[in-house]
């Protein structure tokens, strides 16, 4: 059974870092498509940031230059590095993973950003 799990959210001050890690488990493919996704109370979830197996990133413009996505093939990790840190960006974050055509979903860290 594939899983994923998510860690290294929390509670940070504005202009902050934090980094998000996924880890995938239980799976004898590597998968195609790694990212994250958040959802904020009251709105829809939306991609942040992806990254295929060949390494080839896609940022959403809102985290564009300030977040950083990255994986480790060998350990089916990926992830996500967070710099200054905005209010906007406090949100469930939610790890995927693309396997052999099947969408996989952690269940989710929460960041929250104090202003």
């Known amino acids: 059974q594939v899983q994923l799990v998510e860690s290294g959210g929390g509670l940070v001050q504005a202009g902050g870092s934090l980094r998000l890690s996924c880890a995938v488990s239980g799976s004898i493919s590597s998968p195609a498509v790694m990212g994250w996704y958040r959802q904020a109370p009251g709105k829809q979830r939306e991609l942040v940031a992806t990254i295929t197996s060949g390494g080839s990133t896609n940022y959403a413009d809102s985290v564009e230059g300030r977040f950083t996505i990255s994986r480790d093939n060998a350990k089916n990790t990926v992830y996500l590095q967070i710099n200054s840190l905005k209010a906007e960006d406090t949100a469930v974050y939610y790890c995927?993973?693309?396997?052999?055509?099947?969408?996989?979903w952690g269940q989710g860290t929460q960041v929250t950003v104090s202003s």
């Open positions: 995927h993973a693309l396997i052999m055509g099947v969408d996989y």
